[in-house]
């Protein structure tokens, strides 16, 4: 399970240099809580956060806390939540009963306290609608109502606060013999009315000297559940900033050498050689990696995406028993292959039309990253490899394929070049069997083949 990982285990993304800094600025006398670990959805981020957790329970100095936000905003009770997992790293029965005697008055005035706002607010309703019907007697009533349950809200508010208070205490004094450092993680993936409400408590009850949160979300999708509880006028970036105190993003490359390589990448090259169906055909190196970055690169494909790609590569060998993407295949057909299945995988209404006969020159043009062929009369520079696919399948094209034809005095270079893409196997294919072998590919991930 990715929970057990450590930074010892892999990593391939080279991450353990950002974990080491987290915790050089989770010890350091700075405020930094809440801390934001953030990034897109397929990131890594979880696993990320696990093995960060890992490592900082091997030293013992804090008491660490894990909350799957998603997994529980079922209970739709975010501070229930939280109290329940710091309850959990108490020494012992005593210590635990002892801290949930003086929790519970916090989280019941806490609770009345919303229901009884909840009320108020239906009760001002109703003695608007009762006005308009019936008689000033029903109209006092319903005023005596409002003041009674007013009345009651701020006793509650005053009670409430000072359980608060206690609650607080009793975490400070927790946190006095060990500190405690909180992980909330999938925080983007709640319902906005939870997320938002794990915010607010985050700030408001557990702000105690000794507490310290890491969020690890997706801080586009948290902004975007502000705006859906709060409207879209609201300034989502403001509102953040009043709860969050340092915020970073995982990176999507990685140092290696004297370039920058896409983490994406490397976890493709991870995946390929660690995988007993992909062993018999080399997608990890030269020219098949070499396309594959590129598609990678183009769509900004997610880590989890780049485990999907390769998932539907594993799928497409069984389905053609090994054979269709072996590293003996001549090149051209493997490349074509190989564009077919990464078209099914990221861009299934482009797989769609080509099974449909209307495949559109500039649809494939803008998954392969292009605006118009590159200059080419024959000779060094070559094209890359991705270019030559698009000049060889986009005059097959059902739509727009005339915008990506080499005019009539580069043709012939360009089906020189194209050629050698097929030269151990004699012959290459004819001008509409090349559009074939993409749409056999998709057709076989489609289980119509």
Not at 83 to 111: C, H, M, S, W
Not at 285 to 295: E, G, K, M, P, T
């Amino acid at each position: 399970m990715r929970t057990k990982f450590t930074f010892d285990d892999r990593d391939e993304f080279q991450r353990k240099k950002i974990a080491e800094k987290v915790i050089q600025l989770l010890r350091s006398p700075i405020d930094v809580s809440p801390m934001v670990i953030d990034g897109d959805w397929g990131t890594g981020k979880t696993e990320f956060c696990h093995k960060l957790i890992n490592w900082m329970k091997t030293e013992d100095h804090y008491h660490i806390i894990y909350v799957d936000a998603f997994n529980a905003d079922h209970a739709n009770e975010p501070l229930l939540t939280v109290l329940a997992e710091v309850i959990k790293v108490l020494p012992n029965d005593e210590a635990q009963n002892t801290f949930i005697q003086k929790a519970l008055p916090a989280v019941r005035y806490g609770l009345k306290a919303l229901a009884k706002a909840g009320v108020a607010h239906l009760l001002r309703q109703d003695a608007t609608d009762v006005a308009n019907d019936f008689d000033k007697e029903i109209q006092q009533a319903a005023n005596q109502a409002i003041d009674t349950s007013v009345e009651s809200l701020l006793k509650d508010h005053v009670k409430a606060s000072e359980s608060l208070l206690a609650l607080q205490t009793a975490l400070k004094e927790i946190a006095a013999e060990k500190p405690m450092i909180l992980f909330i993680d999938e925080l983007d993936r709640c319902r906005p009315d939870f997320a938002i409400n794990m915010l607010e408590i985050i700030k408001h009850t557990f702000d105690v000297e000794g507490v310290q949160f890491v969020l690890v979300t997706n801080t586009k999708q948290l902004k975007a559940s502000i705006n859906h509880c709060y409207g879209p006028t609201v300034d989502a970036q403001r509102y953040l900033d009043k709860f969050l105190k340092f915020s970073f993003a995982l990176p999507i490359v990685i140092p290696e050498q004297y370039e920058k390589t896409l983490a994406a990448t490397n976890h493709f090259v991870q995946l390929v050689q660690n995988s007993e169906t992909l062993a018999n055909t080399q997608l990890h190196q030269d020219a098949d990696l070499s396309f594959i970055r590129h598609i990678i690169q183009k769509h900004d494909v997610s880590l989890r995406e780049v485990e999907t790609l390769v998932r539907y590569f594993e799928i497409y060998q069984v389905l053609t028993e090994q054979k269709a993407l072996a590293s003996n295949i001549i090149f051209g057909y493997k490349l074509l292959r190989l564009l077919g299945v990464s078209i099914f995988c990221l861009a299934p209404e482009l797989a769609n039309s080509i099974l449909k006969g209307k495949s559109d020159a500039q649809e494939l043009a803008n998954f392969l990253g292009e605006t118009q062929l590159p200059e080419f009369s024959g000779g060094y520079p070559y094209p890359k490899h991705h270019q030559v696919l698009l000049t060889m399948l986009a005059q097959e094209c059902h739509y727009h394929s005339g915008a990506y034809t080499p005019a009539d005095e580069k043709m012939a270079a360009w089906e020189e070049l194209i050629s050698s893409y097929f030269a151990r196997g004699g012959f290459p294919p004819s001008k509409g069997e090349r559009h074939k072998i993409v749409t056999e590919a998709i057709s076989v991930l489609g289980l119509a083949v």
